[in-house]
Every structure is written in structure tokens, then in C-alpha cells.
């Protein structure tokens, strides 16, 4: 393979630690003395069930509180203990494998062209075909499991417009290859004439084939002169519904044809439309089982040894990205131990102050290249390339030896019609019937984060993954605009992670010497977002309604045993500040993200929670909730303006401007009572200082929430009626009779 000299022993990537570790292990041990201390505190002060017998429940439920606050701070140590960052070296690539480099499938999902418009989809398709990759080794697949004949429209006209758009791409080293991204951010001028005479002719055919698709997108129904346009248009029928239809494969370009050229007269990528069969009656298993179809469809086809997974509102920023990761699998050393590759989330249309903390920079450059120093990176469902034997269910051994398919096609021979009909049968409902898939094969069936415990199994069989976060975006995608989207998104996450610890798969008895213990712990930093609600909300309620009563909960200033509760609580959130500072978050994003842990513990981690009880006692079934990302236009201008999205009377909200609320009467109250009634207090003023500083950042917090309870007049506010309604239940709260503090 070209290989000689000594660029052939080279490393393909290497692998660096974080410094300073030393220096944070003696801070984080320092914490660890502290949280010891504190809950010493709380068993030696414990008051007695004669004299304070509400007191002692409280009490003893701060304990309890601590003491989970505690196990998980040991928890997320795991991901700050090792961190490790990974340098791919993709010059020593070319040098070393040429023309010699296997084929990759692309794979994108899509599941409702309400919610995930065609025009989002086509974007991400046309990036993805674009790579900086030889083409006749590229395919890209797009599974539909809206089974939309308006989906493969947007596909049929991106299939056209791609032979104009990658090489206008290639020719002038456009990035990104997304042609709405792209178009939105540059445009013609200080360029020299050929350029902008190319540019103009592109964007209008881009602008032609949008306002096409949109105006099909708007009637519901493709016009009677496109449909003879396509064969593929004959397999819907006034019959075919979204839950109800036969499988659809159609090839739209043909990598093997050599008539298959762009303008430039270069090979065209292969793109492959697929909708698996959907019966009424068949559970369908959301992504992952639309996942597990792609890989057998692809199989028949192309069969690439490496395959990238794409969400189809996440599009490829780096067109070099294929390069970088190839370098982790094809390392002569360390590459057949790698099973995929996992590049962070990122988003296009985040603010600096991140309103909603979608992404966080401290999560990617921080927590997941920390869990991945024990060897345990995460796969978080976009963004990653897998190797294909390892993600249908082959266990690592050390006699594995990598050999990467040098055809071109599986089925070569075959002709289009041929492959199509042969792949319709992989992609129907009966296939896995009796078979391993969802279960050893593909991606695991049964929870709603499939890529989580995905990730897991594959690692349990004794691959390595790797996370890499370059300083060039690998994909970028739609971040939630409301917060009721974000809510959403992190209460399905929170309820599949929670699933996965209550199973068979909890990586303390599932990974139980097969995986490292800092990898066990580092998952579960995740999976256990859930159980975390319940302290939260405990610290919520339960100090500042004591502090509105008088009644003081923590040690008093003059305590030595108030050290430990200040010392605690100043560290580690002024680490928190700092760390996030360092990563590149704003002093806002981070003062976002505390608001956004603190609304979501009581709300999307607090109903995952609840939805993992009712499932475990047979009361429910998992679901999988779509994100929209369709934005009302007045939704977008307030998000771009940074203020929050509520807007609707959801439980969520309710409980949102409840708590906010029964904090500033507390508060509000509280202070009252130290200004007017201060020698009557039990324990005197002292005591209640870390009740008014608790209490005093609880109500900073929400600050936007009060605006949008008695401020704003947009439809962004929070409505009337949970405005009412909340005032009426933080007030019975704060009115409830508190005997044991006269």
C-alpha cells in the first residue's frame, strides 16, 4: 500500500492527556473531605423526634439529599480524572493508503416531513456527498421512515442539483457543503468574476430547487408532470400511509454507472432512497430499527467497512471529516481495536449565552474526552463513524486482523432493478423475525436511546472507542429554539439513560469486567440524570419554606462546622465557572447552564423519572418523541433577541413558575421576618445565612421566568392562567401551618 521509510511505523493519531491533573486530583480530594464533613455534620446534629419531630424529617431528608449530591460528585470525577485528547495525522493517511482506502456509507435519518422539513433533509445529504472523498468509494443512504413521496421528491431534485453543487465545492473549497448554510453566511463579493458569475448561476438553481420542493411541501402532493418524471413515484398509492406501507428502495445515482458525472464530467457518489415496510401492527423500534435496515440495505449494495450515522438535521461542516477518522481504524497498531468514532454535538444557531445550554462546552471538551481516558467515548446516535463488523455484532478478539473491501460493489453484477427488489426484502417488517437483530446485531432494540446502550454492548464485546472533538466542527445541527423543545429532547434522553441503569444493561453488572470502572462510572454520570431530580427538588422546596417559617436548617457562620457546607459550595461552583470559561463557554452560558440544570431537574429528569416507575410497573410503554424543527417566525426572533420561549400551558410549565415562585415568597418573606423579627429567630439571624443565599440564587435564576410572568405581554410570555394558578399553589405552600417553629 505504498508503504516504506519510516512514515510506514509512524502513528496514524496519538493520544495526549490533559495536563494538570495532579494539581485537580488534590482539589478534588480536598471537596471529597468537605462532603465527608458535611455529612458528619448532618448525623451528629440530628434533632430530636420529642422536641422537633418535623425538624428531624426535614433534617434527615437534607441527609439523604447530601448524600446522593455526594455519591454523584464521586460519579463525575470519572470524567475529569483521565482526560484525553486525540491527534489524527491524515497527510500519513494519503501518504500511506492512496488510492487503497475502504468505501464508506453515509447514513441519514429522517422520520416526519412535518417536523423535519425536506428542505433540512436534502441540505444534509447534499453536504454529506460532497466529502473530500474518492466517490466511488462514497454512498449515501437516507432512511425515510416518514415514508413521504415528498421526501423523495426533495431527494430526486437534490440528486440533479448535486451535479452542479460538488463541483462548484470541490473546484473552489466551499465550506460548509450544506447549500443553506453555506448561501446564508457568504455571498459573491471581493471575489474575482469567474467565481461570482458560478456562485450566482448555483445559488439560483439552489433557490429554484428550495422553492420547488417548499411549494410540494405546501399543496401536500407532488404535481402530475414531476411524478412521471421517476419510476419511484409508483410506489405510493392513495393506500400508502405513514404507519402502513411496503418497503421502497430506490437507487437515484448509481455509483458503478460511468455515465452517472457531475458538470465537471467526475464520478457521482452513489445516493440510495430507502423507506422500510411499516405495518399497524409491528413495532417498528424508531431509529434504531430504522438504523438496522440501512445496514442490511447497504450490505446489498455497497457494503462500505466504515459507516457514518447522520440525524438529518445535522450536517458534515468538515469536508475533510472522512480523512480525520479513517486515521483512528486504519492505524497499523491501535486502529483494529476501534469500533467507531464519535465527534461532539455542535449547533449552528446557538448564541453565545446559550439561553437553553443545548451544547455545552464543558460536556464535549471536558466530560466526554474524560470518559473516553478510560475507554469508554460514548456513542451519542450522530456525528459518528462505526466499523461496520463491529456494529453487526462481531466480538473483538486479538487474532482480529482488518480487512477492508477492496470491490467497489457486493453485488456489482447485479443490475438496479435487481438490487432494489433484493433490498425491499431486507427492509421489511418479517425479516428480523427469529433473528439476532436489536439484540447481538446492529443497533440494540428496546429503550429510547439506542445509541447509548448501543455503545455499551460494543464495548462489552472488547472494542475501543474513540471521541474526537477537532477544532474544525466536524457536523453542526438545529439547536432547540423553545424551551419547551429543549425539555422535551432532555426528558427522552433522561428517561432512556435512567431505563438503561434499572436494566441488565447497567454498566456496574453489565460492563462488570469488560469495561474499565472509570467508564462504568462515567456513563452513569448520564444515566442517572434522572434519580438526580429528586434531591434537586428536595433543596427547591424544603430550605426556603424553613427559612421563610424562621427555622434554620444549616450550621450558623460562627460554626466551625459551617466551613465545610461554605467551603463545598464556593469550590466547586467556582471550579464549574472557571472550568467552563477555560472550555470556551461565556460567564452568561455558564450562569444559562445552572438555570437550565436547575429547570430541568424539576421537570425533564423529574417526569423521566416518574415515566421509568410506570414502566416498571406495567403502566406504560416507551415512546420516542420527535424534535421540531420547524420555528415560527416569531419564535425565531425572540430566541435570536435571547429570550426564553414558553408560551403554552404545559405541566412543565407549571411546575416551572410554581417553584420560582414559592421561592420568591419565601424569600421575599424570609427577609422580611430577619429585617422586622430577628431576635425571635431559633438559632438567631447566623443561622439562616446559607437559607438566604440559597434561597437568594434560586430566585436569581429565575429571573426570566418572573419577566415572563408579569412582564412581557408577547407570545412568548407564560400564559395567564399558570400565572393564576401558580401564585395560588406557591401561596398554599407558604401558608401551610409549621408547628414546630413556635
Given at each position: 500500500?505504498?508503504?516504506?521509510?519510516?512514515e510506514?511505523v509512524?502513528?496514524?493519531?496519538?493520544?495526549?492527556?490533559?495536563?494538570g491533573?495532579?494539581?485537580?486530583?488534590?482539589?478534588?480530594?480536598?471537596?471529597?473531605?468537605?462532603?465527608?464533613?458535611?455529612?458528619?455534620?448532618?448525623?451528629?446534629?440530628?434533632?430530636?423526634?420529642?422536641?422537633?419531630?418535623?425538624?428531624?424529617?426535614?433534617?434527615?431528608?437534607?441527609?439523604?439529599?447530601e448524600?446522593?449530591?455526594?455519591?454523584?460528585?464521586?460519579?463525575?470525577?470519572?470524567?475529569?480524572?483521565?482526560?484525553?485528547?486525540?491527534?489524527?495525522?491524515?497527510?500519513?493517511?494519503?501518504?500511506?493508503?492512496?488510492?487503497k482506502?475502504?468505501?464508506?456509507?453515509?447514513?441519514?435519518?429522517?422520520?416526519?416531513?412535518?417536523?423535519?422539513?425536506?428542505?433540512?433533509?436534502?441540505?444534509?445529504?447534499?453536504?454529506?456527498m460532497?466529502?473530500?472523498?474518492?466517490?466511488?468509494?462514497?454512498?449515501?443512504?437516507?432512511?425515510?421512515?416518514?415514508?413521504?413521496?415528498?421526501?423523495?421528491?426533495?431527494?430526486?431534485?437534490?440528486?440533479?442539483?448535486?451535479?452542479?453543487?460538488?463541483?462548484?465545492?470541490?473546484?473552489?473549497?466551499?465550506?460548509?457543503?450544506?447549500?443553506?448554510?453555506?448561501?446564508?453566511?457568504?455571498?459573491?463579493?471581493?471575489?474575482?468574476?469567474?467565481?461570482?458569475?458560478?456562485?450566482?448561476?448555483?445559488?439560483?438553481?439552489y433557490?429554484?430547487?428550495?422553492?420547488?420542493?417548499?411549494?410540494?411541501?405546501?399543496?401536500?402532493?407532488?404535481?402530475?408532470?414531476?411524478?412521471?418524471?421517476?419510476?419511484?413515484?409508483?410506489?405510493?398509492?392513495?393506500?400508502?400511509?405513514?404507519k402502513?406501507?411496503?418497503?421502497?428502495?430506490?437507487?437515484?445515482?448509481?455509483?458503478?454507472?460511468?455515465?452517472?458525472?457531475?458538470?465537471?464530467?467526475?464520478?457521482?457518489?452513489?445516493?440510495?432512497?430507502?423507506?422500510?415496510?411499516?405495518?399497524?401492527?409491528?413495532?417498528?423500534?424508531?431509529?434504531?430499527g430504522?438504523?438496522?435496515?440501512?445496514?442490511?440495505?447497504?450490505?446489498?449494495?455497497?457494503?462500505?467497512?466504515i459507516?457514518?450515522?447522520?440525524?438529518?438535521?445535522?450536517?458534515?461542516?468538515?469536508?475533510?471529516?472522512?480523512?480525520?477518522?479513517?486515521?483512528?481504524?486504519?492505524?497499523?497498531?491501535?486502529?483494529?481495536?476501534?469500533?467507531?468514532?464519535?465527534?461532539?454535538?455542535?449547533?449552528?444557531?446557538?448564541h453565545?449565552?446559550?439561553?437553553?445550554?443545548?451544547?455545552?462546552?464543558?460536556?464535549?471538551?471536558?466530560?466526554?474526552?474524560?470518559?473516553?481516558?478510560?475507554?469508554?467515548?460514548?456513542?451519542?446516535?450522530?456525528?459518528?463513524?462505526?466499523?461496520?463488523?463491529?456494529?453487526c455484532?462481531?466480538?473483538?478478539?486479538?487474532?482480529?486482523?482488518?480487512?477492508?473491501?477492496?470491490?467497489?460493489?457486493?453485488?456489482?453484477e447485479?443490475?438496479?432493478?435487481?438490487?432494489?427488489?433484493?433490498?425491499?426484502?431486507?427492509?421489511?417488517?418479517?425479516?428480523?423475525?427469529?433473528?439476532?437483530?436489536?439484540?447481538e446485531?446492529?443497533?440494540?432494540?428496546?429503550?429510547?436511546?439506542?445509541?447509548?446502550?448501543?455503545?455499551?454492548?460494543?464495548q462489552c464485546?472488547?472494542?475501543?472507542?474513540v471521541?474526537?472533538?477537532?477544532?474544525?466542527?466536524?457536523?453542526?445541527?438545529?439547536?432547540?429554539?423553545?424551551?419547551?423543545?429543549?425539555?422535551?429532547?432532555?426528558k427522552r434522553?433522561?428517561?432512556?439513560?435512567?431505563?438503561?441503569?434499572?436494566?441488565?444493561?447497567?454498566?456496574?453488572?453489565?460492563?462488570?469486567?469488560?469495561?474499565?470502572?472509570?467508564?462504568?462510572?462515567?456513563?452513569?454520570?448520564?444515566?442517572?440524570?434522572?434519580?438526580?431530580?429528586?434531591?434537586?427538588?428536595?433543596?427547591?422546596?424544603?430550605?426556603?419554606?424553613?427559612?421563610?417559617?424562621?427555622?434554620?436548617?444549616?450550621?450558623?457562620?460562627?460554626?466551625?462546622?459551617?466551613?465545610?457546607?461554605?467551603?463545598?459550595?464556593?469550590?466547586?461552583?467556582?471550579y464549574?465557572?472557571?472550568?467552563?470559561?477555560?472550555?470556551?463557554?461565556?460567564?452568561?452560558?455558564?450562569?444559562?447552564?445552572?438555570?437550565?440544570?436547575?429547570?430541568?431537574s424539576s421537570?425533564?429528569?423529574?417526569?423521566?423519572?416518574?415515566?421509568?416507575?410506570?414502566?416498571?410497573?406495567?403502566?406504560?410503554?416507551?415512546?420516542?418523541?420527535?424534535?421540531?424543527?420547524?420555528?415560527?417566525?416569531?419564535?425565531?426572533?425572540?430566541?435570536?433577541?435571547?429570550?426564553?420561549?414558553?408560551?403554552?400551558?404545559?405541566?412543565?410549565?407549571?411546575?416551572?413558575?410554581?417553584?420560582?415562585?414559592?421561592?420568591?415568597?419565601?424569600?421575599?418573606g424570609?427577609?422580611?421576618?430577619?429585617?422586622?423579627?430577628?431576635?425571635?429567630?431559633?438559632?438567631?439571624?447566623?443561622?439562616?445565612?446559607?437559607?438566604?443565599?440559597?434561597?437568594?440564587?434560586?430566585?436569581?435564576?429565575?429571573?426570566?421566568?418572573?419577566?415572563?410572568?408579569?412582564?412581557r405581554?408577547?407570545?412568548?410570555?407564560?400564559?395567564?392562567?399558570?400565572?393564576?394558578?401558580?401564585?395560588?399553589?406557591?401561596?398554599?405552600?407558604?401558608?401551610?401551618?409549621?408547628?414546630?417553629?413556635?
Amino acid at each position: 500500500m505504498g508503504r516504506g521509510g519510516d512514515e510506514a511505523v509512524q502513528p496514524l493519531f496519538v493520544t495526549k492527556q490533559l495536563k494538570g491533573r495532579v494539581a485537580y486530583r488534590c482539589f478534588a480530594s480536598t471537596i471529597f473531605v468537605g462532603i465527608c464533613l458535611i455529612l458528619v455534620y448532618r448525623l451528629k446534629h440530628i434533632p430530636s423526634s420529642e422536641e422537633h419531630a418535623h425538624g428531624r424529617w426535614a433534617w434527615i431528608g437534607l441527609f439523604m439529599a447530601e448524600l446522593w449530591f455526594g455519591f454523584y460528585w464521586i460519579i463525575t470525577q470519572s470524567a475529569r480524572w483521565n482526560v484525553v485528547y486525540r491527534l489524527p495525522f491524515k497527510n500519513r493517511l494519503l501518504q500511506r493508503y492512496g488510492d487503497k482506502l475502504p468505501a464508506v456509507d453515509v447514513f441519514v435519518c429522517t422520520a416526519d416531513p412535518t417536523l423535519e422539513p425536506p428542505t433540512l433533509v436534502v441540505n444534509t445529504v447534499l453536504s454529506a456527498m460532497a466529502y473530500n472523498y474518492p466517490t466511488e468509494r462514497l454512498s449515501v443512504y437516507l432512511s425515510d421512515d416518514g415514508g413521504s413521496e415528498l421526501t423523495f421528491y426533495a431527494v430526486l431534485e437534490a440528486s440533479r442539483f448535486a451535479k452542479r453543487w460538488i463541483p462548484f465545492c470541490k473546484k473552489f473549497k466551499v465550506e460548509p457543503r450544506s447549500p443553506q448554510a453555506y448561501f446564508l453566511n457568504h455571498n459573491d463579493s471581493d471575489q474575482d468574476i469567474t467565481f461570482a458569475h458560478e456562485w450566482l448561476a448555483i445559488k439560483k438553481l439552489y433557490e429554484d430547487m428550495k422553492n420547488r420542493i417548499e411549494s410540494a411541501a405546501e399543496m401536500g402532493s407532488i404535481p402530475k408532470e414531476v411524478r412521471h418524471q421517476h419510476k419511484g413515484f409508483s410506489e405510493w398509492d392513495s393506500k400508502i400511509t405513514k404507519k402502513d406501507h411496503q418497503s421502497i428502495v430506490q437507487i437515484l445515482i448509481d455509483g458503478r454507472d460511468t455515465k452517472s458525472l457531475d458538470s465537471d464530467g467526475n464520478r457521482l457518489p452513489t445516493l440510495v432512497y430507502m423507506a422500510r415496510e411499516k405495518k399497524p401492527q409491528v413495532h417498528h423500534n424508531f431509529k434504531a430499527g430504522s438504523m438496522n435496515a440501512l445496514i442490511r440495505v447497504s450490505s446489498e449494495m455497497s457494503n462500505g467497512d466504515i459507516i457514518l450515522n447522520l440525524d438529518c438535521d445535522m450536517y458534515p461542516n468538515d469536508p475533510d471529516a472522512v480523512m480525520d477518522a479513517l486515521c483512528f481504524f486504519l492505524d497499523e497498531e491501535k486502529g483494529k481495536r476501534v469500533c467507531y468514532v464519535q465527534y461532539p454535538q455542535y449547533y449552528n444557531n446557538l448564541h453565545q449565552s446559550n439561553i437553553y445550554s443545548c451544547s455545552s462546552m464543558v460536556v464535549t471538551k471536558i466530560e466526554l474526552a474524560g470518559v473516553d481516558g478510560f475507554g469508554g467515548a460514548l456513542y451519542c446516535g450522530t456525528g459518528c463513524f462505526h466499523r461496520r463488523e463491529s456494529l453487526c455484532g462481531r466480538k473483538y478478539s486479538e487474532d482480529f486482523k482488518a480487512e477492508w473491501n477492496s470491490k467497489t460493489w457486493e453485488n456489482a453484477e447485479n443490475t438496479v432493478q435487481e438490487l432494489e427488489e433484493a433490498s425491499k426484502v431486507l427492509a421489511s417488517c418479517s425479516y428480523e423475525k427469529g433473528t439476532l437483530w436489536g439484540k447481538e446485531m446492529g443497533l440494540m432494540y428496546g429503550c429510547s436511546v439506542e445509541d447509548i446502550i448501543t455503545g455499551l454492548t460494543i464495548q462489552c464485546k472488547g472494542w475501543e472507542p474513540v471521541h474526537y472533538n477537532p477544532n474544525k466542527r466536524g457536523f453542526l445541527g438545529v439547536a432547540a429554539t423553545t424551551l419547551d423543545q429543549a425539555l422535551i429532547q432532555y426528558k427522552r434522553w433522561a428517561e432512556g439513560m435512567f431505563q438503561i441503569f434499572i436494566s441488565k444493561y447497567c454498566p456496574f453488572f453489565y460492563g462488570h469486567g469488560k469495561i474499565k470502572l472509570g467508564a462504568q462510572m462515567g456513563y452513569c454520570v448520564y444515566l442517572l440524570w434522572a434519580p438526580n431530580s429528586l434531591p434537586m427538588l428536595y433543596y427547591t422546596i424544603i430550605p426556603p419554606l424553613f427559612f421563610l417559617h424562621g427555622v434554620a436548617l444549616f450550621p450558623e457562620v460562627s460554626s466551625p462546622w459551617f466551613l465545610p457546607f461554605a467551603y463545598v459550595f464556593t469550590a466547586k461552583y467556582t471550579y464549574n465557572m472557571l472550568e467552563a470559561l477555560w472550555c470556551g463557554d461565556s460567564f452568561k452560558a455558564w450562569w444559562n447552564l445552572e438555570r437550565s440544570w436547575l429547570i430541568r431537574s424539576s421537570t425533564s429528569f423529574l417526569f423521566a423519572f416518574i415515566d421509568n416507575l410506570s414502566k416498571l410497573l406495567g403502566l406504560s410503554e416507551t415512546t420516542f418523541n420527535i424534535t421540531d424543527k420547524v420555528v415560527d417566525e416569531g419564535v425565531l426572533n425572540r430566541y435570536q433577541q435571547e429570550i426564553m420561549e414558553f408560551g403554552n400551558a404545559s405541566l412543565m410549565v407549571y411546575i416551572i413558575s410554581t417553584l420560582a415562585l414559592l421561592n420568591l415568597f419565601s424569600f421575599l418573606g424570609g427577609m422580611m421576618r430577619v429585617i422586622i423579627f430577628s431576635k425571635e429567630f431559633r438559632n438567631g439571624f447566623s443561622g439562616l445565612i446559607p437559607h438566604i443565599i440559597l434561597c437568594g440564587l434560586t430566585v436569581m435564576l429565575n429571573l426570566p421566568v418572573y419577566h415572563a410572568l408579569f412582564i412581557r405581554s408577547d407570545k412568548g410570555r407564560i400564559p395567564s392562567s399558570v400565572m393564576f394558578t401558580s401564585i395560588v399553589l406557591a401561596s398554599l405552600a407558604c401558608l401551610l401551618p409549621f408547628h414546630y417553629c413556635s
